[in-house]
């Protein structure tokens, strides 16, 4: 399943910021925050003024809470601009200034929570830890459980859903933990799952099964 997805990936990825080389910690952190909540086409261009103003953590630690939540303009749920002015003090004032690699260290940090924290040491430095995420979710549903639609959230069993299908290679994993996400947002959509274009559709067992207790629209 994990070399489906990754060359798929490979070939239909959307080109994101944080996808680029030499993107940052910092930069991948800050895009965490803002997409927590609001849609990737109105958080690139807030990203990107975002860091331009404050490249580092330093820099935002360096000026008062208030004004990061003016820049945080309307993104929407203005808790996470002092969350993540709050983080950046502590990575300054704690860390050196450096966005910590350790999922432990950086579920210590203001905000952050047990997905940013995976998100975060899989994006930003590569390691080898599943990250589950809504889309993630329903594809691992459909495909391995033979469902419509995910059980709710369980940290333990989605964590150890994913885990078992992560590639032993370090790079394939951080490839597959992004691969997954991107399938379930771009082609298994809850509303119209495109199987006709999906990697997967040999091997899906809801796919195989004629999909039962289907709410959504016609599929393709
Ligand atoms: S074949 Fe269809 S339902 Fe199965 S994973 Fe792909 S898009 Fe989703």
Same mark, same amino acid.
């Given at each position: 399943?994990?070399?489906?997805?990754?060359?798929?990936?490979?070939?239909? /990825?959307? *080109?994101?910021?944080?996808?680029? *080389?030499?993107?940052?910690?910092?930069?991948?952190?800050?895009?965490?925050?803002?997409?927590?909540?609001? #849609?990737?086409?109105?958080?690139?261009?807030?990203?990107?003024?975002?860091?331009?103003?404050?490249?580092?953590?330093?820099?935002?630690?360096?000026?008062?809470?208030?004004?990061?939540?003016?820049?945080?303009?309307?993104?929407?749920?203005?808790?996470?601009?002092?969350?993540?002015?709050?983080?950046?003090?502590?990575?300054?004032?704690?860390?050196?200034?450096?966005?910590?690699?350790?999922?432990?260290?950086?579920?210590?940090?203001?905000?952050?929570? *047990?997905?940013? /924290?995976?998100?975060?040491?899989?994006?930003?430095?590569?390691?080898?830890?599943?990250?589950? *995420?809504?889309?993630?979710?329903?594809?691992?549903?459909? $495909?391995?459980?033979?469902?419509?639609?995910?059980? #709710?959230?369980?940290?333990?069993?989605?964590?150890?859903?994913?885990?078992?299908?992560?590639?032993?290679?370090?790079? /394939?994993?951080?490839?597959?933990?992004?691969?997954?996400?991107?399938?379930?947002?771009?082609?298994?959509?809850?509303?119209?799952?495109?199987?006709?274009? $999906?990697?997967?559709?040999?091997? $899906?067992?809801?796919?195989?099964?004629?999909?039962?207790?289907?709410?959504?629209?016609?599929?393709?």
């Amino acid at each position: 399943m994990a070399s489906l997805v990754n060359a798929w990936f490979g070939l239909h /990825a959307r *080109d994101l910021p944080w996808r680029r *080389d030499g993107f940052g910690a910092w930069g991948v952190l800050v895009s965490e925050f803002m997409l927590q909540q609001t #849609p990737v086409t109105r958080v690139i261009p807030h990203l990107e003024a975002w860091l331009t103003r404050w490249p580092t953590p330093a820099d935002l630690a360096a000026v008062p809470p208030g004004e990061a939540v003016r820049a945080w303009a309307t993104l929407g749920y203005p808790r996470r601009a002092l969350w993540l002015h709050a983080a950046a003090v502590e990575i300054t004032e704690n860390h050196g200034g450096i966005v910590p690699q350790d999922v432990g260290v950086l579920l210590t940090l203001t905000g952050i929570g *047990d997905y940013t /924290a995976r998100a975060v040491a899989a994006f930003a430095y590569g390691h080898r830890h599943p990250v589950v *995420d809504t889309n993630t979710r329903r594809v691992i549903a459909r $495909c391995v459980a033979g469902q419509a639609e995910p059980a #709710p959230p369980s940290r333990t069993r989605d964590l150890a859903a994913m885990n078992a299908l992560l590639p032993a290679d370090v790079r /394939a994993a951080a490839v597959f933990n992004a691969g997954a996400m991107e399938l379930g947002a771009l082609v298994c959509t809850s509303a119209r799952p495109r199987c006709a274009d $999906c990697p997967l559709a040999a091997l $899906c067992a809801w796919r195989a099964a004629g999909y039962p207790e289907y709410q959504g629209q016609k599929k393709t």
